[in-house]
């Protein structure tokens, strides 16, 4: 896997990109096919990798920053400068794995909010990189569960929709000034 957008791995003073948070109705919208990765696409990777490293981030989707693309960008090798990051660009899963595994997720644009979300382990996945070429990928443990979770955003769902625990959901979000009213349950088993 790699990349040809190299991004320095650190926090900058001042992020190229505002995160959205839950509440903000851009959370809520289906992003956009991308028709064709230009250099305005890759110069949205840029700002996106710049300002999910400034947030302590692994993954941010294009809407979480008022952009409305099929365009994420995750790293989960954060203390790794040698492993580039992995671009996707109008990502699709194409199968999920059976087994299902319960962790804990949080989100940039809830800040301070971790709860535990069930999600499959394993994903295989279409996408298109950062220069327009067509990749797969098969991924595991915690590359498969930020890609669910970037992929999730892209729809207009946020993790604590998926969250079965109203209780802890409901204190969470209370403690760190968040309002149960903007969370949209699903259906236990959606994907």
């Not at 490293?53 to 994420?72: E, H, M, T």
């Not at 394993?122 to 070429?133: H, P, Q, V």
């Amino acid at each position: 896997m790699t990349t040809s957008i190299l991004v320095e791995k650190k926090k900058l003073a001042k992020p190229p990109l505002d995160i959205h948070y839950l509440g903000d109705r851009v959370l809520r919208q289906a992003a956009k096919r991308i028709a064709s990765v230009d250099e305005d696409i890759r110069r949205t990777i840029v700002a996106m990798l710049q300002t999910m490293y400034s947030a302590d981030g692994i993954g941010l989707a294009a809407p979480q920053v008022g952009i409305n693309k099929q365009l994420i960008v995750i790293d989960t090798e954060l203390e790794k400068p040698e492993i580039p990051p992995l671009i996707l660009i109008n990502p699709t899963i194409k199968k999920y794995g059976k087994t299902l595994c319960k962790d804990q997720e949080g989100c940039l644009s809830i800040p301070g909010v971790y709860l535990d979300v069930e999600r499959p382990e394993t994903i295989e996945l279409a996408y298109r990189d950062e220069s327009g070429r067509p990749r797969s990928l098969k991924a595991d443990g915690l590359l498969a569960r930020a890609i669910q979770h970037e992929l999730d955003h892209l729809t207009g769902v946020l993790f604590v929709d998926r969250v079965e625990n109203e209780l802890a959901l409901t204190e969470e979000l209370k403690k760190k000034g968040f309002s149960l009213q903007h969370v949209q349950h699903l259906t236990s088993g959606a994907k």
